[in-house]
């Protein structure tokens, strides 16, 4: 029954290694997105895509890439990780981007620790 | 830049102590305010959409208001289990489709 899914719920590693986190929703939404919560609970949009397409790409590391094959699933793959890169991800969706759709629905979050 | 700022940081009520948490934004053209609720160790919970001035809307002890630079959202007669972080979003005309964006949150605790 959960709407928007995310795995893994934890994830901890080294330093300079590659992660994925995997989400899903099941609530039909065409548009899907990215979110970093930092230690001090501020959350930022960093991606979102609609239908398959990247719509929103903010400042964002290079070493972060978004990867969408079909618009049900959103998954973030990050290379080379950094200390800094310790956050909360939020995934998230909306029926679309226009203001009128754009309640959005988000994920249990992953809690990433670099280290 | 698009701004979202939320006061107080904190706020810590008595069970049956009503009050109101304050969002206060700077955006080129409002498409709309959204609030949401966090509770520790999940995601948001969206909790209502506002789209215009004047605009209101209720559910249960939450009611969320909107002028043309805040919003407030009324806790009446809170209840331990509305202790949460309150998160207050605007999504701005000129801006990329669909990005929100947040506030630092209000975190709301309510003692019984």
């Known amino acids: 029954d959960t709407a928007v899914s995310q795995t893994p719920k934890y994830l901890v590693t080294q330093m300079g290694n590659d992660k994925s986190i995997k989400c899903e929703q099941n609530?039909?939404?065409?548009?899907m997105y990215w979110y970093k919560q930092d230690s001090k609970k501020f959350l930022k949009i960093m991606f979102s895509?609609?239908?398959?397409?990247?719509?929103i790409n903010e400042t964002v590391p290079n070493r972060f890439s978004p990867k969408s094959p079909d618009k049900a699933h959103l998954n973030l793959h990050i290379n080379s990780l950094e200390l800094g890169d310790s956050a909360v991800y939020f995934c998230a969706s909306s029926q679309s981007g226009r203001a009128r759709n754009n309640e959005q629905f988000f994920g249990p979050g992953t809690r990433l620790t670099v280290l | 830049e698009d701004q979202v700022t939320q006061s107080p940081e904190a706020l810590r009520l008595q069970e049956g102590e009503s009050s109101s948490l304050n969002c206060s934004y700077t955006?080129?053209?409002?498409?709309?305010l959204f609030w949401y609720r966090q509770d520790p160790g999940k995601g948001p919970e969206f909790l209502f959409t506002?789209?215009?001035a004047g605009e209101e809307k209720e559910k249960e002890r939450l009611k969320a208001t909107l002028t043309k630079k805040e919003s407030f959202l009324h806790i009446t007669a809170p209840k331990p289990e509305d202790s949460a972080t309150y998160l207050c979003a605007v999504a701005a005309g000129g801006t990329s489709y669909g990005k929100l964006t947040f506030g630092q949150g209000t975190i709301l605790t309510v003692h019984p």
């Open positions: 506002l789209y215009s």
């Open positions: 609530l039909g939404h065409d548009t």
């Open positions: 895509y609609n239908n398959k397409e990247l719509i």
């Open positions: 955006v080129s053209g409002l498409r709309g």
